[in-house]
């Protein structure tokens, strides 16, 4: 049951928070405690605790469905990759916030969706959680945003995802009814027996929401306005934690499901990947608007994550693991770090910024660690992942890594260009409004820019983490 | 005592956290005593080990384990060193010399108020260098390949409210990263040969590759790419003297001394897979005389101290890869040790200068310091003999080596070499000349201030100027007496087959070349005292074209630059937002039936409807199956 508490736990309390909560409570303070009580409770799933590791419930038996959870090594990453975020996420509001009860309670609401979808071992729960985790975010990105449009971007975002979830719906049952049962064991005996015309339309449907949900090119257009638009916690939810789902969706729930259809489809989709990364890593440059910029690099690095699952090596699935864990740390860092540009100075355009490093030099050495854990420097925590995923690319193909490979430099222009912009050159008088970091906000940017050294220079215990439930997935 | 390895990167990284963090609380005085304390304790070590172990590399390097980095499946990559005559030659170039620049920097950077945060980054230099040197696979070394790179990058913009300078240190990182991105490409290509990046194993299996296969052409392209890059060959050379930007010890340790023969290190480091690729070789060895040729053709119309050095030793880099692709390997690391030491004195020495000058670089408006400044003029004169080639000055053993390697093999290619060599001595010279010699040109006010640089700056110089003087007995020609350093090293390359007359006759010719250069030189510089004239003036067009630099950087902008932004802007204004985006819109608009939804989307209650509408379907399909 520990897995199960785990994961009720921040809905209780959420729920609990919104419904009782009012302004005068302190509702980001107890939302940050639960958080943290969830983070340390989480660890003991990574330690030899005798804590159980996997829940079945009856839930609808006439159609085999059960309530059943499960955490492997994988989930157990994306566990912590999760309850990791969320304490950071909740820390970096603003205290003041009106009906701030109801945002830290949706908040909650969401990691639990989030976690159900990292444990779900049952193909139907596995949808629930992830429609459960979208409902939150709608309400957290548009009603605590200033932005003017945030309202029509955010709808666009929600209708566009719950499109390409219904396709997955639509596969689910499919495959639930068709084998009689909705677990895992079954959905991947029932996919694997189908014959492969079958397989590619199932794949079609599974693949369509992952994509949106990443977002891979051409099913990308929601993202960029979406995370403008959004809050800052919205966008680092979304960013940093969300997209995931469609990662790891392609990892547990694709790939293993129909191997027939991924195969099929395999040139397609990492051609589509390599196109995304060598696009978005080109308009990223041309960006204005730091927190746009930001967002297309994230469109990247994702479809860098995804080519390198589809090219379906032991290097592109340990790479994914590990870049996914880097990159949830790092976008909330370098969205935290435009969240405190946009609050003290007003402006996000990098042309009317500069010379801040000598204003605030603390800020600048963890800004730098940030970008230098975003361009994969190495022993950083960009870095292994990185290589991994480009070698898991050249595996399939020399020119899909060189072109592939472009966001090595593509990636240094454009952060480069945003640091210097920022914070090289002379003081003006809208950027000298910038002070250094506060010690709250040290807490929150101090320890993931060490995140960022530590697992550069040992991810061991990271890959010994998923290496099994890796080899699991690709079937070695 | 094999462990102590391990100490020689971490003591300047410490000195790098300490003094990353004490920052602003520490006084200058213990700044640079960490700094220097920590560089001049891996300098100890190195030598300990050197005179203890060196009798031992012959039979097997010694390596040191540290943990498990990468380890899955099939892919394992260690944390691990690896000490040999090779890296030990290194380990002595880069502490010795970086121990010596920092001293010098005490001196130097005394006025700067970031004193902490430039010696913080130049000990995280040392760092990096030291793990490119002491790697024992490819990946580690690629840490301190791409570590040498950033602080090359922090290093340039130190200075970072100058955004001209911030730029060139972008363009370093960038055009460093381009060669990387080859770099990343020959370590996939020898983990699918090879099934390891660990040198030994490498090594072990590319033997069993066949001469010229396309594996082994391509994959040594590719490495040569990367070090083009790292080492400033053509056609990525030309962020080199951009790079000039930077403080001038740092020009001297990284631009000069160590990073960039990085790319010569690498190239021996792995020569038994280039030796199984001939026309990686020949490209090699081309390319090399080429960027020796032209950046010697810049550096005789520049006017900027800094920027006749910076095309020098390019041209000096260029030199070095001459030798690599006639297989001379040691040859080539020996230029790399000759060429740390004069080049590290001449950057120092004309910091000395520009010190004395108050930041004036234009050599136009200096002259006569040789009365001011005796010890820097001592010194810088002897780092041009030795640049030179003038006997016994080490760079005159160093640069006949590759010389007689390039006569054997290809005499067109010795030819160039020459021609080069001529150059260099003319540059070089006319460098000392307009600088030291004569009366001084500028204000009277400038004049006033004129002095020699402190202890710390001067002992440095004098220290290096014994080693540019003497380095060269480690490598004497066969017809002197016996070459210390290939024996050392023991690199298994091409041999010289020439007779001992013709050594000396190749000797005399070089000699005569180099006099000719110096002679013309004081010639025109001395005797006429000719002062180059200011930029406005107008000139002959092979004048304007070597004073412009052949206009590379121009070619590049126009070719590459400027092309690659346009298309993003098309790719953003056209393709995302009128493409993908409006047809993501329009087939929403056309599900919903509204035909012009985002209108309707203004007024807020139709979203809510629509809103409602999607969540009322979802809890239908709940409810359907619950």
């Known amino acids: 049951m520990f897995l199960l508490t785990l994961i009720l736990v921040p809905l ?465 | 005592m094999n462990n102590l390895i391990v100490l020689i990167p971490l003591l300047p990284l410490l000195g790098f956290i300490i003094n990353g963090i004490g920052n602003k609380k520490l006084s200058n005085g213990v700044i640079s005593t960490i700094a220097s304390g920590a560089i001049f304790g891996s300098f100890v070590i190195s030598v300990v080990l050197f005179f203890t172990l060196r009798h031992s590399f012959e039979q097997a390097p010694i390596v040191v384990h540290l943990f498990n980095w990468i380890d899955f499946g099939n892919f394992h990559v260690p944390m691990a060193f690896q000490l040999d005559a090779l890296s030990s030659l290194m380990l002595l170039i880069i502490t010795g010399v970086g121990f010596l620049i920092h001293i010098f920097s005490t001196g130097y950077m005394s006025h700067e108020t970031d004193f902490a945060r430039y010696f913080a980054y130049l000990n995280l230099f040392c760092f990096s260098m030291l793990m490119l040197v002491l790697a024992n696979n490819f990946l580690v070394m690629f840490i301190g390949w791409e570590g040498v790179g950033l602080c090359s990058y922090l290093l340039i913009g130190f200075w970072f409210t100058n955004k001209e300078y911030t730029a060139a240190a972008r363009k370093a990182f960038v055009m460093n990263r381009i060669g990387d991105l080859a770099f990343i490409g020959a370590l996939f290509m020898m983990y699918q040969n090879f099934g390891s990046l660990e040198y030994e194993q490498v090594f072990k299996v590319a033997r069993t590759f066949s001469v010229d296969s396309h594996t082994m052409t391509i994959i040594t392209v590719l490495l040569f790419i990367g070090a083009t890059g790292k080492s400033a060959q053509i056609p990525l050379y030309t962020w080199l003297p951009d790079a000039m930007a930077g403080p001038t010890p740092v020009s001297a340790l990284i631009h000069a001394a160590t990073m960039v023969t990085a790319g010569i290190f690498m190239i021996v480091r792995s020569h038994v897979l280039f030796n199984l690729a001939p026309w990686t070789m020949d490209l090699i060895a081309v390319v090399g005389v080429l960027t020796a040729i032209v950046a010697a053709a810049i550096a005789i119309t520049q006017n900027d101290i800094k920027k006749v050095l910076a095309y020098s030793t390019v041209s000096q880099l260029g030199f070095m890869f001459l030798a690599l692709g006639l297989g001379a390997y040691s040859a080539a690391m020996f230029h790399v040790m000759t060429h740390a030491f004069f080049k590290a004195l001449l950057f120092l020495g004309s910091g000395s200068v520009i010190h004395a000058c108050s930041g004036n670089q234009d050599i136009r408006t200096m002259g006569g310091l040789k009365k001011h400044m005796p010890i820097t003029h001592a010194t810088f004169l002897v780092g041009c003999l030795a640049i030179a080639g003038i006997p016994f000055f080490s760079g005159f053993f160093s640069k006949d080596e590759i010389l007689a390697f390039a006569f054997d093999q290809q005499p067109i290619l010795w030819i160039v070499a020459a021609i080069t060599a001529g150059l260099t001595a003319f540059y070089m010279f006319r460098l000392y000349f307009l600088t030291f010699r004569g009366t001084f040109r500028g204000t009277h006010e400038q004049e006033y201030h004129l002095h020699e640089s402190p202890v710390s700056m001067t002992v440095p110089l004098i220290i290096l100027a014994i080693l540019a003087s003497l380095a060269g007995f480690l490598g004497l020609p066969h017809v002197m007496g016996h070459n210390i350093l290939e024996h050392f090293l023991s690199v298994n390359g091409n041999v010289l087959n020439l007779s001992s007359g013709a050594e000396v006759a190749l000797m005399v010719v070089s000699v005569s070349i180099a006099t000719i250069g110096i002679f013309i030189a004081y010639y025109l510089y001395v005797k006429r005292s000719m002062v180059p004239e200011a930029d406005a003036t107008p000139k002959a067009m092979t004048y304007r074209w070597s004073q412009n630099k052949f206009y590379v950087d121009e070619l590049y902008d126009y070719l590459i630059l400027k092309p690659i932004h346009f298309i993003s802007k098309i790719m953003y204004s056209g393709i995302e937002l009128l493409g993908i985006d409006a047809l993501v819109n329009g087939s929403g608009n056309m599900v919903t039936g509204t035909g012009n939804t985002i209108k309707y989307l203004q007024y807020g209650k139709t979203s809510y409807y629509l809103f409602a509408m999607i969540i009322f379907i979802v809890v239908i399909l709940f409810s359907l199956f619950i």
């Not at chain 1, 960013?239 to 099929?264: A, D, F, H, Q, T």
């Not at chain 1, 320890?447 to 991810?459: D, H, R």
């Not at chain 1, 890959?463 to 070695?476: M, S």
């Open chain 1, 12 to 476: 209780v309390a959420g729920v609990l928070l919104s419904l009782l909560g009012n302004d005068k409570l302190p509702s980001q303070r107890i939302a940050l405690i639960v958080s943290i009580a969830v983070f340390i409770a989480s660890l003991g799933l990574l330690g030899n605790f005798g804590l159980d590791q996997s829940t079945t419930l009856n839930w609808i038996p006439a159609l085999n469905i059960h309530f059943s959870l499960a955490a492997d090594g994988l989930s157990k990453l994306m566990i912590v990759l999760t309850t990791l975020l969320v304490p950071f996420i909740i820390a970096t509001g603003n205290s003041q916030n009106k009906n701030n009860h109801v945002l830290y309670g949706l908040i909650l609401m969401m990691q639990t969706g989030l976690l159900g979808v990292f444990t779900a071992s049952d193909g139907f729960l596995f949808y629930v959680f992830w429609e459960l985790a979208l409902i939150p975010i709608y309400f957290i990105a548009a009603f605590w945003s200033k932005d003017q449009n945030r309202i029509n971007i955010t709808l666009k975002f929600f209708i566009y995802t719950i499109f390409g979830s219904l396709f997955m719906l639509v596969a689910i049952i499919y495959l639930g009814l068709k084998g009689d049962s909705f677990s895992i064991e079954a959905i991947y005996a029932t996919g694997k027996a189908l014959p492969a015309a079958t397989q590619s339309w199932v794949f079609w449907c599974l693949f369509i929401a992952f994509a949106i949900k990443m977002p891979i090119f051409p099913f990308h257009t929601w993202q960029p306005n979406t995370y403008v638009a959004s809050s800052t916690q919205g966008t680092m939810l979304l960013s940093g934690i969300m997209l995931k789902m469609g990662i790891y969706g392609c990892m547990r729930w694709l790939l293993p499901v129909v191997p027939l259809g991924v195969k099929e489809w395999q040139t397609l989709v990492i051609v589509l990947c390599v196109i995304g990364i060598v696009y978005t890593s080109l308009i990223a440059m041309v960006q204005t608007d730091i927190k746009r910029m930001t967002a297309y690099s994230s469109i990247a690095h994702v479809g860098l994550i995804a080519a390198g699952i589809f090219a379906q090596t032991p290097e592109g699935m340990m790479g994914a693991s590990l870049q996914m864990l880097a990159h949830g740390i790092n976008v909330v860092a370098l969205f935290y770090i435009v969240a405190l540009i946009a609050r003290r100075t007003g402006t996000r355009t990098m042309a009317d910024l500069g010379g801040i490093a000598q204003q605030a030099p603390k800020f600048a050495t963890l800004f730098m660690v940030v970008m230098l854990g975003t361009i994969a420097l190495p022993l950083t925590n960009g870095f292994v992942g990185e290589f991994l995923l480009l070698s898991a690319v050249f595996s399939f193909s020399g020119v899909a890594m060189a072109f592939a490979g472009l966001t090595i430099i593509f990636g240094a222009i454009y952060m480069i260009n945003a640091y210097r912009a920022v914070m090289y050159g002379e003081l003006n008088p809208i950027s000298s409004k910038f002070t250094d970091l506060t010690t709250a906000e040290l807490m929150v940017l101090a320890p993931l820019a060490t995140l960022v050294i530590v697992l550069g220079v040992y991810p061991s215990p990271v890959i010994h983490l998923v290496e099994p439930a890796l080899k699991g997935l690709l079937g070695v």
